[in-house]
């Protein structure tokens, strides 16, 4: 006598009765899910663009804020902005009398003391003495009597308290400064942004240095070393106000980036001291 057997199973019918079950029901699920998804990366995408404008402003303001007094200049050329500044690395007192090296503004003068604690100087620093960027007491006046700056002359060292210049024909500062302040200025810096609204994809935030400072700004500057702070800008805007109080000035800064057909745009402002 043969065994039997009792088996189960499906039919094809029940199989594709079962997909297709399964597919509505994973129809609604993504229904639910796809607004949920979508604002999550709406939300990520905003949050890197406020992001990478906060950064590249912070950035600015903090190099804004060391600018040599009454050296920011704006300029615009061909669709893009351009701010410029002499950036300076450190300062200090200079010895006006006494026993000492003086700083004599009546005669050309190759060196002077520091007053208090000593500099710490770079190669290819520059010496600045009451920059009032007007004629006559301009930095950006280089290679005139009018200019308020002197090459360092001496090595790359530390707590310099005894700082040669190179002295120009005429004495080697134009005016003195009445706290007997001097600055050590590093070069110039330059931000350019070149913003594109047809396509934001294109517009970039970039910074400059490492170029030779000079009377006209250059746009942009050349040969320099640069930096890509950021991209996708679509509209950007920096203005320079000088005279907001008695001994500073102030810079403003927008900054739009879009990406997706979102925009993200900041507003920033920058005290600038103007007290040489």
Do not use: H
């Given at each position: 006598m043969r065994p039997t057997f009792n088996t189960a199973g499906f039919t094809l019918i029940e199989m594709i009765i079962v997909i297709a079950i399964t597919a509505i029901i994973g129809s609604m699920v993504a229904l639910f899910l796809r607004a949920p998804l979508e604002s999550y990366v709406a939300q990520d995408r905003r949050a890197r663009l406020a992001d990478t404008a906060d950064t590249a402003l912070r950035r600015m303001g903090r190099d804004i804020r060391l600018a040599l007094p009454n050296s920011v200049r704006v300029t615009s050329a061909g669709g893009v902005v351009y701010l410029e500044f002499l950036g300076t690395r450190s300062g200090g007192r200079y010895r006006a009398q006494g026993g000492g090296d003086i700083l004599d503004f009546t005669v050309p003068d190759n060196s002077f003391d520091v007053l208090g604690p000593g500099i710490d100087m770079k190669v290819g620093d520059l010496i600045a003495v009451y920059n009032l960027?007007?004629?006559?007491?301009?930095?950006?006046?280089?290679?005139?009597?009018?200019?308020?700056?002197a090459a360092y002359t001496g090595a790359t060292a530390l707590n310099v308290t005894n700082i040669p210049i190179a002295p120009k024909p005429t004495p080697p500062f134009p005016l003195a400064s009445p706290g007997n302040r001097f600055q050590v200025v590093e070069g110039p810096v330059t931000y350019a942004c070149a913003p594109n609204q047809a396509n934001p994809a294109l517009g970039t935030l970039t910074r400059y240095w490492g170029y030779a400072i000079a009377a006209a700004k250059p746009t942009p500057p050349a040969p320099a070393s640069s930096a890509l702070l950021a991209t996708n800008v679509s509209t950007c805007n920096f203005t320079y106000q000088p005279g907001v109080t008695e001994r500073g000035g102030l810079v403003s800064m927008t900054l739009s980036l879009?990406?997706?057909?979102?925009?993200?745009?900041?507003?920033?402002?920058?005290?600038?001291?103007?007290q040489p």
């Amino acid at each position: 006598m043969r065994p039997t057997f009792n088996t189960a199973g499906f039919t094809l019918i029940e199989m594709i009765i079962v997909i297709a079950i399964t597919a509505i029901i994973g129809s609604m699920v993504a229904l639910f899910l796809r607004a949920p998804l979508e604002s999550y990366v709406a939300q990520d995408r905003r949050a890197r663009l406020a992001d990478t404008a906060d950064t590249a402003l912070r950035r600015m303001g903090r190099d804004i804020r060391l600018a040599l007094p009454n050296s920011v200049r704006v300029t615009s050329a061909g669709g893009v902005v351009y701010l410029e500044f002499l950036g300076t690395r450190s300062g200090g007192r200079y010895r006006a009398q006494g026993g000492g090296d003086i700083l004599d503004f009546t005669v050309p003068d190759n060196s002077f003391d520091v007053l208090g604690p000593g500099i710490d100087m770079k190669v290819g620093d520059l010496i600045a003495v009451y920059n009032l960027g007007i004629p006559g007491a301009d930095a950006w006046a280089v290679g005139t009597p009018g200019s308020t700056l002197a090459a360092y002359t001496g090595a790359t060292a530390l707590n310099v308290t005894n700082i040669p210049i190179a002295p120009k024909p005429t004495p080697p500062f134009p005016l003195a400064s009445p706290g007997n302040r001097f600055q050590v200025v590093e070069g110039p810096v330059t931000y350019a942004c070149a913003p594109n609204q047809a396509n934001p994809a294109l517009g970039t935030l970039t910074r400059y240095w490492g170029y030779a400072i000079a009377a006209a700004k250059p746009t942009p500057p050349a040969p320099a070393s640069s930096a890509l702070l950021a991209t996708n800008v679509s509209t950007c805007n920096f203005t320079y106000q000088p005279g907001v109080t008695e001994r500073g000035g102030l810079v403003s800064m927008t900054l739009s980036l879009s990406q997706a057909n979102e925009t993200v745009s900041l507003y920033a402002t920058t005290q600038v001291s103007n007290q040489p």
